[in-house]
Structure formats: structure tokens, C-alpha cells
Nanobody, 114 residues
Framework: QVQLVESGGGLVQPGGSLRLSCAAS????????MSWYRQAPGKERELVAA????????NYADSVKGLFSISRDKAKNAVDLQMNAMKPGDTAIYYC?????????WGQGTQVSS
């Protein structure tokens, strides 16, 4: 059974930091592109950051470049999102996403408020 379980969300003061983690199971984690998306109230879901299967390349939304950092841990089957210098505009539900070919999985999301 495929599972993506996010953790680490919560309330943080503007300018503060938060680290999200996504624990993956039920699929071959090392072959999947992993991403973090977010959806603010009344807005569409948007890509925040993505990291390739080998972890060698990452991409970020312009709004978080230089502030957020995505990483993956092969041993733990986990992908993290370190969020620094947070702003009220970062308030959203954050979702973990895994994709490989036509296989696509989503976590249930974790609320982040700043």
C-alpha cells in the first residue's frame, strides 16, 4: 500500500523556519521524482520544489528560491522541505508528491501557517 505521510507543519512567526518531512512507503522511492506542492485558500495548487530520483537536481518556485531547500534521504525513504525566512504568503496546505512515468501519488497534506 502506497503511503506518503507528511509531518512538521504548524504555526510559525514571520521570519521563522519550519522543516517538513514526508515519509514514503509502498513503492520504489529511489526511482521517483519527489516534490512539494502547496495550496493556499482560494488558490490553485502550486509546485514549491522538486528533486530528482538521484537527488542531484532540484528546482524551486521563484517565490521560494534561496529560502526553501528540498532534500531526500534514501536510507529513510523520506523527502524534506526546509523553509526559512517564512512569510504570511507561505501559509498553505503543503503536499508531498511522488511521480514516475504514469504513477503519481499524493500525501494528505500538512497545514503551515505564518
Amino acid at each position: 500500500q502506497v503511503q506518503l505521510v507528511e509531518s512538521g507543519g504548524g504555526l510559525v512567526q514571520p521570519g521563522g523556519s519550519l522543516r517538513l518531512s514526508c515519509a514514503a512507503s509502498g513503492f520504489t522511492f529511489s526511482t521517483y521524482l519527489m516534490s512539494w506542492y502547496r495550496q493556499a485558500p482560494g488558490k490553485e495548487r502550486e509546485l514549491v520544489a522538486a528533486i530528482t530520483s538521484a537527488g542531484g537536481t532540484s528546482n524551486y518556485a521563484d517565490s521560494v528560491k534561496g529560502l526553501f531547500s528540498i532534500s531526500r534521504d534514501k536510507a529513510k525513504n523520506a523527502v524534506d522541505l526546509q523553509m526559512n525566512a517564512m512569510k504570511p504568503g507561505d501559509t498553505a496546505i503543503y503536499y508531498c508528491h511522488a511521480i514516475y512515468g504514469f504513477q503519481s501519488y499524493w500525501g494528505q497534506g500538512t497545514q503551515v501557517s505564518s
